[in-house]
Structure formats: structure tokens, C-alpha cells
């Protein structure tokens, strides 16, 4: 039962990484453009995020912790069965390197937010008459919004590989392997 509430934390706390980093790109940032005062539009945006910003912070502390316990339970399996061990340390790289870029851009969102009287075209879309500080920083956001939900959707993924290796054809051919 341990084991069951581990992996259902650690598959719902991805979720909502993949989740929030979604629709914070596509609807938070794309409704907060539509604000009739460009000093809101970034505002409004950079707002938003620091509202999320804790459940995101409990969800990457929740599921660091339900790895954990994870791969506890299964250190055995990670030790003996052919490629176990390989994917597990490619997902921990995924997820660390994930949330670190997560955190980026959470510093380059507070820059945003200091920078909010410049006004923007968007919460990620400079004006031309933006200092070179704030155009940087939200074209580094840019791209990051679409990079973050990658690195989840690849944590997913790789959960889910390790998932159809403890299947009991897998566990029997990998442990034959090695």
C-alpha cells in the first residue's frame, strides 16, 4: 500500500508540473496579453505565477520525496535487472535539470514583475521601447515555457518506462540479462 501511494504522489506531482506549465503558457500568459494596460499585461502574468508558485514548489518536494521512497522499495530490482539502474539515473538528470530550469525561470518571472511599469505586448512578448533587461528576460521566458512542460512530459514518460519494466516478462528477461 506504500508503494501505491508513492507511486500515485509521484505520478500526480508530475501531472501538475506538466499540467501547470501548460496552462500557464497557453492561458495565463496568452489571457494576460488581452490586458488593455501594458504595464498589467506582465503584471497580471507574473502574479498569476507566484500564486502557483508554492503548489508547484510542494508538488517538486512531494514528488522528490515519492522517488525516493520509490526507489527505495525497488533498490533491489534497480541493482540486479538489466537497464533499471541506466533509466534511473536518467530520469533523476531529467527531473533535477527540470526543476532547476523550472526555478530560472521563476527568478526570470520576479525580473518580469520588478520590470512591469516598461509594459509589454505580452507576458513573454517585449515592447521595442523595453530596457534590454526586460527583453531578455522575457525572451528567455519565451522559450522556457515550452521547455519546462517538455521536461515534464519526459519525467512522465520515463515513469512510465519504468512502470512496463516491472512487468513480470520484463523483470524476468532483464534479470536474465544481467
Known amino acids: 500500500m506504500a508503494n501505491l501511494f508513492a507511486r500515485s504522489i509521484h505520478d500526480l506531482t508530475a501531472a501538475a508540473w506538466f499540467g501547470g506549465s501548460l496552462m500557464g503558457a497557453i492561458g495565463l500568459n496568452g489571457a494576460t496579453a488581452e490586458a488593455h494596460d501594458p504595464s498589467e499585461r506582465t503584471r497580471l502574468s507574473s502574479r498569476g505565477w507566484m500564486r502557483w508558485a508554492p503548489v508547484q514548489t510542494a508538488a517538486f518536494t512531494t514528488h522528490l520525496l515519492a522517488d525516493a521512497a520509490i526507489a527505495w522499495d525497488n533498490?533491489?530490482?534497480?541493482?540486479?535487472?538489466?537497464?533499471?539502474?541506466?533509466?534511473?539515473?536518467?530520469?533523476?538528470?531529467?527531473?533535477?535539470?527540470?526543476?532547476?530550469?523550472?526555478?530560472?525561470s521563476a527568478l526570470l518571472g520576479k525580473k518580469v514583475d520588478r520590470l512591469a511599469d516598461e509594459g509589454a505586448v505580452g507576458a513573454t512578448e517585449p515592447s521595442r521601447d523595453a530596457s534590454p533587461e526586460l527583453q531578455a528576460a522575457q525572451q528567455q521566458l519565451k522559450v522556457l515555457q515550452w521547455v519546462i512542460p517538455v521536461f515534464a512530459a519526459a519525467v512522465i514518460i520515463l515513469g512510465a518506462k519504468h512502470g512496463e519494466m516491472q512487468r513480470p516478462q520484463n523483470v524476468f528477461q532483464g534479470l536474465f540479462r544481467s
Open 75 to 104: 533498490k533491489d530490482r534497480i541493482a540486479k535487472q538489466d537497464g533499471v539502474a541506466r533509466d534511473t539515473i536518467v530520469k533523476t538528470i531529467v527531473t533535477v535539470v527540470g526543476a532547476a530550469v523550472t526555478g530560472y
